[in-house]
């Protein structure tokens, strides 16, 4: 019995991959969105970045929630 | 009659199953959470609950895996499924017992393997299932999550750096609302599934239901409200264990990133097929946050008794499974399984008082 015969490797190669976007994409948005909040006090142009920070984070929240619809 | 009891036995069993999943499982969503005073505790469990209620409702597609891939769904009686419910219940109580996070899926697999093969022999264990769905999963799950919270974690405090320590702090405990709300909606909907897909298995089984014929909608609240149950009662021996315990003191940025991780491969798992266990894969995030975390501490030693737990859920769940299934064998079906429920549920109350009396962890001591 191989282990590669037992294992969708296809699906594990995608899983790690699109865990490691979507965990370091949301943290990085997230994180950038809460620099973006401190610094808009005094920087109008971190507004932009704050908002665009934001949206990536509900973007990726949406896919979450449709990847949990699809099971 | 005998067969009317039975299946009351399973269904009242997978229930208290459900139950104590949602109960050794909300640390999964909520450690960090709690550990970071993002939520407290007993807020963070009601909102846990009440995202496991939901989820249960949010996928359709009822996950009769267990019962199809691992085992020969022909030779499930409703005597193999009550005797694997008994022996998952009381190895989830075991662990939790010993403050350990296990998969309370594999403790069911376990339960469920055991009874099949003291019922039926070899033939009804499906060992390619078993190795495909279950035993390289475990393996890769935690590695996996660990490298993954690793990285997430490593990014979290770079990108803290260019902000005040009082705005990371807080921002990041905001963010973890949303984050571990994402966890327990996953979880709601990986293993409320399971219980109804049990449920399900033993109504068609017994006659009750076609089989194809869908979820009846009062199995659905029963197993939702079952989870959402165990979940709000809060496992906090196994809360400490993964929110303090295993890399000392949780930061709010290590751990949204543990969270967002955690989710992260639960959601790319399920959505690609890819059986992980929920425990397995936070318990891995949470080691890699550690990691991750310039000068963090893993506790390497409670991580191998972890892992320890792990590897000997299966066996320990099935002996106890088998173990079940042939002393209600013995005493008859319908009595037997009576006798049985009976006798697990004074061991798993007994458990349950002399812990909390020994070492009792609560809401408040959390």
Sequence with gaps: MRVATLVDVDALWHVALYSVLAAVGLVTAYGTAVVALERGEDQGGWRIVGVTAVLACLALLAVGFWAMTQK | MESDVLLVAVIVTALAFDFTNGFHDTANAMATSIATRA???????????????????????????????????????????????????????ATWAASLPSSSSHALIGGLVGAALVSKGGDAVKSDGLFSEVIIPAVLA??????????????????????????????????????????????????????????????????????????????????????????????????????????????????????????????????????????????????????GKRLAEVRWGLAGRMVTAW???????????????????????????LIVGLAGAAIAAGMFVVVQRRDPVTAETV
């Excluded at chain 2, 949010?58 to 694997?84: C, M, P, W, Y």
């Excluded at chain 2, 194809?212 to 149950?229: M, N, Q």
């Excluded at chain 2, 930061?251 to 890819?274: D, H, R, T, W």
């Excluded at chain 2, 859920?313 to 037997?336: I, K, Q, R, S, W």
């Design chain 2, 39 to 93: 939520l407290a505790p007993r807020r963070a469990v009601a909102l846990s609950a009440a995202l496991n209620f939901a989820g249960a409702f949010v996928s359709i597609k009822v996950a009769t895996t267990i019962a199809e891939d691992i085992v020969d769904s022909h030779l499930v009686t409703l005597e193999v499924l009550f005797a694997g419910l008994v022996g998952a219940i009381l190895w989830n109580l």
């Design chain 2, 142 to 291: 935690p590695l996996i999550a660990g490298a993954v919270g690793l990285l997430a974690t490593f990014v979290a405090y770079r990108v803290r750096t260019r902000m005040s320590r009082e705005r990371s702090d807080s921002g990041f405990r905001l963010g973890q609302l949303g984050s571990a709300s994402l966890v327990s909606l996953a979880h709601g909907t990986n293993d409320a599934q399971k219980t109804m897909g049990i449920i399900a298995l033993a109504l068609i089984a017994h006659g009750s239901l076609d089989s194809g014929s869908g979820i009846p909608l009062w199995v659905k609240l029963a197993a939702a409200t079952s989870i959402a149950l165990g979940t709000y009662l809060g496992g906090w021996r196994i809360i400490r264990t993964l929110g303090k315990k295993l890399t000392g003191d949780v930061e709010p940025p290590q751990g949204f990133a543990a969270e967002s991780s955690a989710g992260s491969v639960i959601l790319a798992s399920s959505y690609y097929g890819f059986p992980l266990s929920t425990t397995q894969v936070t318990s891995g995030a949470v080691i890699g946050s550690g990691i």
């Design chain 2, 311 to 337: 590897l000997i859920t299966l066996p320990a769940a099935g002996v106890v499974a088998a173990g079940a299934f042939e002393l209600a064998d013995a005493l008859g079906a319908g009595a037997g399984a």
